[in-house]
């Protein structure tokens, strides 16, 4: 066989009765690993007495080839035949013994069970997170309070800078995009209503319904959206990298309590912020669908203020208003309470900055929900 | 030692808005020596290697490997010339998803086709070659103790057989055991594996152990190159006071004395 000057690493046979002497051909490197790990398979060793390989004339040896060699050399063995080397180098040598010391058993990845009880076990495990993910995080609740509750006592404490800094950041810079969204959702609303009440001819309910609506639940969930996704997510992950870098660990080693400096701040930002971004998307979803109900309807502006006041009551305004405190601290706790709870991890802070989300936004839902029974309960 | 300079470095500048980190700085790597780059904090011991390494691009000169030119190369010849060098980063910088037979894996998934068998083996062996437990390989690197994870970022390193090894402070927070250890490791591996070692250094034990060339960063270049024994005659002052302060005899009465077992 004519092979010199090709690529690749291959075996040539040379045999007697007993007696199978192997020349180990081309560069026997990583790169070559395939063609060099199939030709050793299609060695056939049995009824042979003894296996030499021949090193002398194979070009470049790297441990993968020496594995290589040395895994057919024990398996060559197990099959009944003594396996050696001739021709080998210093250099070669000194790689196959290190080849050979590092031979053990692998120790391979969990093995996955039987798939229902993988399925049992993971719902099981799953019920017990949820479990463990509730009680922390009523206990982290009660931990803000708390510290809110000393803070109130004792004002100074407060982190003036942080909390406006946070302010700033998690209300101020997302008015244009609640104003946006409210705005476009305002008229969405008013437009698909005055379709639908066209059919009794009541198109001028549609006022009714966009306030209504607005005030009392789409103005502040929207915005409560909003927030649990920009601010909520932004609180898990910077908290979450601090925790990763150990900031969090040297805060308490400089008897700073992270709750006060990192969290406080942050919860109270929301608290304030939420009703005057709610307020701004109330504002601006009446004025999407005023423009809508002008447009579609013909209806002035002031003809549609006239009908406004006609058609909410002080309850319908404050409502929207009562909730909106109560979604921002939620909020502010579980993204701080997310971030906390980063472990180790870059991969850690995007699982929990994710987990801040979903579970901000399901929870400000639930509440939405009692507080819509709540609100029938006391017939406001 | 000494072969062809499988890395010429000519003429270097590289700067960070005004500042000039190297300037006119001029380095040769040989093939299958260990070269350790010294420097005060600050220097760009780093740098240099970043900018070999292609991270960082250079403002002026010449970076040869391999014989081809790095401004020259084309993306297939950068590819090629990936595989033939491992890079340790200062704390393994091992992918925190994936696991270390996995992080082992990468390389050679990314360059290679081979049987998952095959690749299984590679990675017990690499594993077993830096010295790791073979329980280390189905865990995450955040399971890991520093100097696990500078082993395992080793292991991927080696994962192609690689024909050099860059390593950024091999030694750095691991306890002196635990540092002279991996010297002992870097120096086996070196001499199986035929390895060249382009290291950023500070410790000094590592320089007297392992070394076989030492390459000095000051005044923005490297004022000079040569063996340990060379450097204690030196006269520049920088030099004088790394090897000859308290630390530097503190080595050299180490090294003098019978070897570590």
Redo the contacts between chains.
């Keep these: 066989m004519a092979r010199e000057g090709e690529a690749g690493a291959w075996l040539e046979a040379v045999q007697d009765a007993t007696t199978l002497v192997l020349k180990a051909k081309g560069d026997w490197i990583v790169a070559h690993a395939d063609g060099a790990d199939k030709s050793l398979a299609q060695v056939d060793v049995r009824g042979r007495r003894s296996v030499i390989f021949d090193l002398a004339a194979i070009g470049k040896l790297d441990t993968t080839g020496a594995w290589l060699l040395h895994r057919a050399q024990r398996q060559f063995q197990t099959q009944g035949a003594v396996a050696t080397y001739i021709g080998a180098n210093a250099a070669q040598a000194t790689l196959l013994d290190a080849v050979t010391k590092g031979d053990r058993p692998t120790v391979d990845h969990p093995a996955h069970g039987n798939p229902i009880m993988v399925i049992v076990e993971r719902m099981g495990r799953t019920l017990e997170e949820i479990g463990i993910t509730l009680r922390d995080a009523t206990a982290f609740f009660g931990l803000v309070l708390e510290t809110l509750g000393k803070t109130i006592l004792n004002p100074r404490r407060m982190r003036l800078t942080s909390t406006v800094y946070h302010m700033e950041q998690a209300g101020l810079n997302a008015v244009p995009i609640v104003s946006l969204i409210s705005f476009l959702i305002g008229a969405v609303l008013a437009f698909q209503g005055a379709q639908q009440l066209r059919k009794f001819g009541g198109e001028v309910f549609t006022v009714n319904l966009v306030a209504i609506s607005f005030l009392r639940e789409v103005g502040i969930l929207l915005t409560a959206i909003m927030v649990a996704g920009r601010s909520g997510s932004a609180f898990a992950a910077q908290i979450g990298s601090m925790k990763v870098r150990e900031e969090i660990d040297a805060m308490r080693t400089l008897g700073l309590d992270p709750a006060e400096v990192l969290v406080l701040p942050r919860v109270i930002a929301l608290i304030v912020m939420m009703p005057l971004l709610g307020f701004i998307a109330a504002f601006m979803g009446l004025s999407g669908g005023g423009l809508v109900v002008l447009l579609n309807l013909g209806m002035s502006p002031e003809m549609y203020i006239q009908r406004l006041y006609d058609a909410l009551d002080f309850w319908d305004v404050f409502t929207g208003v009562i909730k909106a405190p109560v979604f921002g601290l939620l909020i502010a706790v579980i993204g701080c309470f997310e971030g906390m709870k980063v472990e180790g991890s870059a991969e850690s802070v995007g699982q929990r900055t994710t987990a801040s989300v979903v579970e901000g936004i399901f929870t400000v839902i639930v509440v939405d929900a009692f507080f819509s029974i709540l609100f029938i309960q006391l017939g406001v | 030692m000494t072969g062809d300079a499988i890395i010429s470095v000519r003429d270097l500048k590289t700067q960070f808005g005004d500042q000039v980190i190297h300037e006119h700085l001029d380095l040769d790597i040989y093939a299958g020596e260990v070269l350790g780059i010294v420097g005060g904090s600050g220097t760009g011991k780093s740098v240099l290697l970043r900018t070999i390494l292609g991270l960082n691009p250079p403002v002026a000169g010449s970076i040869e490997i391999f014989g081809k030119l790095r401004s020259q190369m084309t993306p297939e010849d950068a590819h090629a010339v990936e595989?033939r060098w491992g890079v340790l980063f200062q704390d393994g910088a091992l992918f925190?998803?994936l696991?270390v037979?996995q992080n082992i894996q990468v390389p050679?998934k990314e360059?290679?086709?081979?049987?998952v068998q095959?690749m299984?083996?590679?990675a017990?062996?690499?594993i077993?070659?830096v010295g790791l437990p073979?329980?280390a390989?189905?865990k995450?690197?955040?399971e890991l103790s520093g100097g696990m994870r500078k082993r395992a970022g080793l292991a991927r390193a080696?994962a192609?057989?690689p024909e050099i090894v860059f390593l950024d402070e091999p030694t750095a927070g691991l306890d002196p055991i635990g540092a002279s250890a991996f010297d002992e490791l870097i120096k086996?591996l070196q001499?199986?594996?035929?390895l060249t070692v382009f290291m950023v250094t500070h410790d000094l034990d590592s320089l007297y152990a392992i070394c076989d060339r030492i390459a000095v960063l000051a005044d923005k270049r490297v004022i000079v190159t040569g063996p340990i024994s060379e450097m204690l005659k030196q006269e520049q002052p920088w030099i004088r006071e790394y090897f000859h302060g308290p630390r530097g005899r503190a080595a050299m009465a180490a090294k003098s004395a019978p070897p570590r077992s």
């Design positions: 595989r925190s998803s696991t037979t050679l360059h290679l086709k081979l049987p095959l299984n083996e590679i017990a062996l690499k077993a070659l073979a329980e390989g189905p995450y690197p955040s080696l192609l057989d086996n001499a199986t594996l035929g």
